[in-house]
């Protein structure tokens, strides 16, 4: 079963983990907590001086065993030699001095000189190894809290810069890079994958260089120490070394695949929170339920398949630990038996190790955490490396204050390079103050002309011009800081009703942001409110009718007081009267400025300098509404479709594509 499990996640995974980012994608995130250099060093400063601190214990350990064995042997030889005829002594003086490892030369008065001494020793130097292991060990545990300390900071510090390079990285890429990508999959990048490579960078990584140098200063001690015992127990390394990198190609796929299903289940629970409303509306509940209940036992098999994965790495490492173990067990015991081992010696030897053994076993979870590390630094670096559609020149200019003046020549455009195009060859020529109307059947480009001239969307033939610039000369800042748009899908953002309107702008005064909302004929409803314009809008605007988002929208934009204005069914949420009051203002506001108004009522556009008619991505007619009821077939019929009440039934069929 575990081997099914692998070789599926393998095959599933195995295109998105042979690409070049995946490969130094590692490199590229250590590069970020170098940006510390000498902050970043600490940590591994501390960490060398605990691990040297670990690694004297196990001496001053045998040195307190051999202290007091040397202090206990030496005190029964003493009361044997008390028992034992002088005669019998002197004949058997050599063997006893070459058992406890004195010079044969000497004789009984020296013997019993050295073991009177070794008794007189053995408390002081009880007290001296004694007092040496807790100074070992409070200097252990004072830069062990150190390199903890530094660790933890400097990982924060490059969560911190990954998520706000994550931030800015997708404020700036284009609009088609969204139309491509769901939320849930972006926030879980910000939010989860870079914690997961946090927690590597300021835990995984210290500990996997504290092992290497916990085992290289392990190996160092045991062979110093006996390097015939030392050589019974290396066959553990290599076999330790191939399993961990055996389960490290297996693991990693796997976490990628578990990151790939959270951001599945995110996705899900982030659009059915945006659309509650929409899911009660229409009972679907239960549906709704059924599929995120599906998702998340996608996502708990795929943890559970990680589970049986490392349930069975974990006991297998702890078994090679164990025959090492038993190997040094029966080796040592050996040669204490033969003499050539003191006790001592032995339990450093047993203590050293475990050391060695602690290292193995911890890069178990160091593979864990590497694993999904590497998995959750890919996603990131994707979206950091990404290419944006609507990138700026290195040479662009600042368009001076705009006069109004926009052209398009000869436009085409098709979403994401491919597919049929959305326009097909649309010029037409916009004079400084002229409100142009833009109308036709869903999906015929209307909104996506709009999109065109603030450069959310760049052209795929040909040019767009403001003021006789290309839009794509100037910088992106200078362009779109003079154009007020208020689209049909109003967005409204946390906070007061003031900060909304003034978010364009936060330094107007209070004059001119109740200027706007007077305009955009919202004043009068926000002052019924008991706090003004402090009321606060809840999230996306929850506390505040369509018409009211609508309208606070409509002051947004007014109050950047811009040279273009765009309005994408701005009227299409409030009633017959809302409607006469907003026309009325915007009348007066849009003399001196370029507007472009698109509206499904021909009442909003009848008096429009210019009525562009759309269908199927071209513009069919053009020219004022006289000319075009006499002129334009489909115009006339919209006409009078509206006039019978009954718009719909004129409204061609149409592929409704995005952006529109």
Known sequence: MINADLRQNRVALRPSLNTAPARGVMQRAFRYLSRYRAQALLPYVFLLIATLAQLAVPRMVRNMIDAVTRGAVADQVLKALDKIPSAFINQALPRILELLNYPTTWDLQQLRDRLSLDVSNAPGALMRAAFSIVIFAAVRGLFAFLQSYWAERNSQAVAFDLRNDLYAKIQRLSFSYHDRQQTGQLMVRATDDVEKLRLFLGQGLLQLVGAIILLSGTLILLFTTNAGLALTTLWILPVALVLFVVFSRISRPMFTRVQQRLSELNTILQENLAGIKVIKAFVREREEQVKFRAAADRLMNQQIAIARLFTFLFPFAFLIANLGQATILYAGGQRIIQGMLTLGEWQEFSLYLIFLFLPIAQFGFIINQFSQASASAVRIFEILDAQSDVIEKPDAITLP????????????????????????????????????????????????????????????????????????????????????????????????????????????????????????AAHDFIMSFPQGYDTPVGERGATLSGGQKQRIALARALLLNPGILILD????????????????????LMKGRTSFVIAQRISTVMNADLILVLDKGQIVAQGRHEELLEESEIYAEIYSSQLQGDESQFVPDAVILPGD
């Open 569 to 588: 069914e701005a009227t299409s949420n409030v009633d017959v009267a809302t409607e006469a009051q907003i026309q009325a203002a915007l009348q007066h």
């Open 401 to 520: 204050p705009i006069q109004g003046h926009v052209k398009f020549e000869n436009v085409s455009f098709r979403y994401f390079g491919s597919g049929e195009p959305v326009l097909k060859n649309v010029s037409f020529e916009v004079q400084p103050g002229q409100t142009v109307a833009l109308l036709g059947a869903t999906g015929s480009g209307k909104t996506t002309i709009i999109n065109l001239i603030p450069r959310f969307y760049d052209p795929t033939e040909e040019r767009v011009l403001i003021d006789g610039y290309d839009i794509r000369d100037v910088t992106l800042q200078s362009l779109r800081s003079q154009i007020g748009i208020v689209l049909q899908e109003t967005t409204l953002f946390s906070g007061t009703i003031r900060e909304n309107i003034a978010f364009g702008k936060p330094e107007a005064t209070m004059d001119e942001i109740i200027a706007a909302a007077k305009a955009a």
